[in-house]
């Protein structure tokens, strides 16, 4: 992964934060498609700040591994994704230190079921066209630029807030 976004709200729909972590990547030795990275540096990614700047993934992951997000012990957060099979394997690689994903999609459920116990996958209420699109039928305005993953994360929130809890506790605009 490149980035990882991570926005959060309290049971009520009170929106509590939104964190984006830019994580290294360096575009002269990791694989990677020139049309990907063309269409990343289009939505305003920096590959050379990630090159020089970005965080380890490995560390990241670890600390993450180690957060109440994740796991069966305390009050385990609702994770929502919209088509976010990729984002949860992505995810699940960065806190298992790497390890090479389950191969069926019966154990990567499994998988999942450990690490992320109550999940909501946004597209199963919402089947029919882009994050962006619905967000605009809804009436839901993005805040940040398209296909970052702090403005996803926070888009994807807000639409599941609206539509599928029907809580809507933070202004849209400014």
């Known amino acids: 992964p490149i980035q990882l976004a991570v926005a ?25 498609t020139e049309s990907s990275v063309a269409f990343l540096k289009d939505a305003g990614l920096d590959f050379e700040r990630h090159a020089s700047e970005g965080i380890n993934a490995t560390e990241l992951g670890r600390r993450l591994a180690c957060s109440t997000l994740f796991g069966q012990a305390g009050c385990v957060p609702l994770w929502v994704t919209f088509s976010g099979a990729y984002d949860l394997g992505f995810l699940l690689k960065l806190v298992t230190a790497g390890r090479v994903l389950p191969h069926s999609a019966d154990a990567f459920g499994e998988a999942l079921l450990a690490l992320c116990p109550r999940r909501h996958e946004l597209r199963d209420q919402l089947p029919k066209g882009s994050l962006d699109s619905l967000a605009r039928l809804h009436e839901v305005e ?21 539509v599928v809890r029907g809580l809507w506790s933070w202004p849209t605009g400014g």
């Open 8 to 32: 959060v709200a309290s049971s009520n729909g009170t929106l509590r934060g939104v964190w984006s972590f830019n994580l290294y990547f360096d575009i002269s030795v990791d694989r990677h």
């Open 142 to 162: 993005r805040h940040g630029t398209a296909h970052t993953a702090g403005s996803d994360a926070l888009l994807t929130l807000e639409l599941y807030l609206h």
